[in-house]
């Protein structure tokens, strides 16, 4: 009988491998034969969580994993989310070493042994870093994107406890305790999970950068968009902070403030190019301020829990109806305020508004977009 060796498929794994996937098809299986060889010798297993990509890229992995017992899938329906993916990989695993890394083939495996035996050794997180001796970011990056990514790190730099020179990568490798003992704490939003976790894990937390060379994607496309720059902000904002800031009302009231504006030109332009009477030209500019509100929260506040298809024109309907409720609320409740003589009419007005948003953020999170 041949003798077990310690990279025998079905023994316990020590290293889990968490990967996120959106739309990658094409690169589930180049990258499991590509930690096959990486990982030769080290008894691991690899957690590809898909947000119920449209490319099939969840069936890709299962029809691997049907062949291999060390592949499995999490596939996350009518969510989306890297960081909150990456987070419930790590969650899912029992191998006292995790590392997650991206699965288009940008990050270099080959460097996933030294990233453990680093930590073996001792370090809290490796960190495949594009920025140490040794390793180049240059060829995955656009010109912007590079420019873009170096503004990002330095002003992350400034929060962190510990100096680290590759802050955003998506490509590190920890113990397993030590992200139990942060889950509870991280934010779980945006693209920046590492920068999470370097920001929630105890002062003296020992990283070890690796150096690496970021390849250039040959399928698919990056999913990072302009949203993902107002997630970064909002993470940075929640963690100098120390958490107070609600960050999604405070996305909501931002929207809403923008919808202000939209309410001011579309109105002036009803009453002015197209001649309405003040009380038709008023209605109609809080349907457009409500429907641009209804857009932009459905892509930045609610980015995570997006609304798609059928589900779009029922929350649209249903968001229709909270604002409406929550104008007839406002109004309501600033005139009871000034007719009391309690508030003069520019308290009784912000009163009414304010009292309006928290409504409208209530209901809109439970019942239209039924977010966290
Ligand atoms: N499950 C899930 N859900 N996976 C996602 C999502 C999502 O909403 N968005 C992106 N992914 C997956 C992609 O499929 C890919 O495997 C990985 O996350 C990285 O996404 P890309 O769209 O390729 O990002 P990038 O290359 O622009 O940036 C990445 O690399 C940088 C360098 O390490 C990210 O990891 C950055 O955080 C990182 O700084
Ligand atoms: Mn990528």
């Known amino acids: 009988m041949a003798a077990v060796t310690n990279s025998h498929p079905l023994l316990p794994a020590r290293l889990a491998v968490v990967i996120p996937v959106y739309r990658e098809a094409a690169n589930v299986g180049p990258l499991v034969a590509k930690l096959q060889a990486a990982l030769a010798g080290i008894a691991w297993e690899a957690v590809f969580v898909d947000d119920d990509s449209p490319d099939g890229t969840a069936g890709r992995v299962r029809e691997i994993a049907a062949r291999d017992p060390r592949i499995r899938c999490i596939q996350r329906v009518g969510r989306r989310g890297l960081a909150s993916a990456c987070i419930?990989?790590?969650?899912?695993?029992?191998?006292?070493?995790?590392?997650?890394?991206?699965?288009?083939?940008?990050?270099?495996?080959?460097?996933?042994?030294?990233?453990?035996?680093?930590?073996?050794?001792?370090?809290?997180?490796?960190?495949?870093?594009?920025?140490?001796?040794?390793?180049?970011?240059?060829?995955?990056?656009?010109?912007?994107?590079?420019?873009?990514?170096?503004?990002?790190?330095?002003?992350?730099?400034?929060?962190?406890?510990?100096?680290?020179?590759?802050?955003?990568?998506?490509?590190?490798?920890?113990?397993?305790?030590l992200v139990e003992q942060a889950a509870p704490r991280l934010t779980g939003r945006g693209f920046k999970i590492l920068l999470d976790l370097l920001l929630t894990l105890p002062r003296g937390t020992r990283v070890v950068e690796v150096p690496y060379a970021f390849r250039a994607r040959e399928h698919g496309t990056s999913k990072l968009d302009a949203t993902v720059l107002l997630e970064f902000a909002g993470l940075l904002l929640d963690k100098a902070t120390g958490g107070t800031v609600p960050l999604r009302f405070l996305a909501f009231a931002a929207v809403g403030a923008v919808g202000v504006l939209v309410h001011m030109l579309a109105l002036s332009l009803l009453l002015g190019a197209l001649g309405l009477g003040f009380g038709a030209a008023q209605w109609g500019a809080t349907f457009v301020a409500m429907t641009t509100n209804f857009v932009l929260n459905n892509r930045i506040t609610y980015r995570d829990a997006r609304l798609k298809g059928a589900a779009l024109w029922r929350g649209l309907v249903l968001f229709y109806l909270v604002c409406g409720l929550g104008a007839a609320a406002?109004?309501?409740?600033?005139?009871?305020?000034?007719?009391?003589?309690?508030?003069?009419?520019?308290?009784a007005g912000a009163a009414g508004a304010l009292i309006t948003v928290v409504w409208n953020y209530a209901v809109s999170s439970t019942l239209v977009w039924r977010a966290r």
């Open 88 to 177: 419930e990989g790590m969650l899912s695993v029992s191998a006292p070493f995790v590392a997650v890394m991206d699965g288009d083939l940008q990050h270099d495996e080959a460097i996933l042994p030294a990233m453990l035996a680093a930590v073996e050794q001792g370090a809290d997180i490796a960190v495949g870093s594009r920025h140490v001796e040794g390793g180049h970011a240059a060829g995955g990056f656009s010109a912007a994107r590079g420019a873009l990514s170096d503004a990002g790190t330095r002003l992350a730099q400034l929060l962190l406890p510990v100096p680290v020179r590759d802050p955003m990568s998506g490509f590190f490798l920890l113990r397993r305790d």
């Open 330 to 347: 406002n109004v309501g409740i600033a005139a009871l305020l000034v007719r009391d003589g309690i508030l003069a009419w520019g308290l």
